[in-house]
């Protein structure tokens, strides 16, 4: 099993930053990817960003593609997104992810590049707001 602690949400205006970190504990070795989802009011959940442990590839959704800015620390086992340029349709609920190579069955299965990953261990998740 796989822990994810978020922090650092809260409530920002429109063009400011914010934060994010993702803490992730328990058998971490087992998981080749950590990323971001996030989830609006009213929206299903869909893909922000991702990084791969094995050779540290990134992969962004378009719609945050030079704004956001995944990051890992192997040391602290944690995950970070910088959040710059922020908009209002930003505001979400944003959950740490973390998992492997698909398989049959699996219930999330995110693809990034050629291959594919489900995604079996969630945070909880931290609230983002960005006000006009």
């Known amino acids: 099993q796989v822990q994810l602690v978020e922090s650092g949400g809260g409530l920002v205006q429109a063009g400011g930053s914010l934060r994010l970190s993702c803490a992730a504990s328990g058998r971490t070795f087992s998981s080749d990817v950590m990323g971001w989802f996030r989830q609006a009011p009213g929206k299903e959940r869909e893909f922000v960003a991702a990084?791969?442990?094995?050779?540290?590839?990134?992969y962004y959704a378009d719609s945050v593609k030079g704004r956001f800015t995944i990051s890992r620390d192997n040391i602290k086992n944690t995950v970070n997104l910088q959040m710059n340029s922020l908009k209002p349709e930003d505001t979400a609920v944003y959950y740490c992810a973390a998992g492997g190579r698909t398989r049959p069955g699996a219930p999330v299965v995110q693809q990034l590049g050629s291959r594919y990953y489900a995604m079996d261990y969630w945070g909880k998740g931290t609230l983002v707001t960005v006000s006009y």
């Open positions: 990084l791969t442990w094995g050779d540290g590839s990134t």
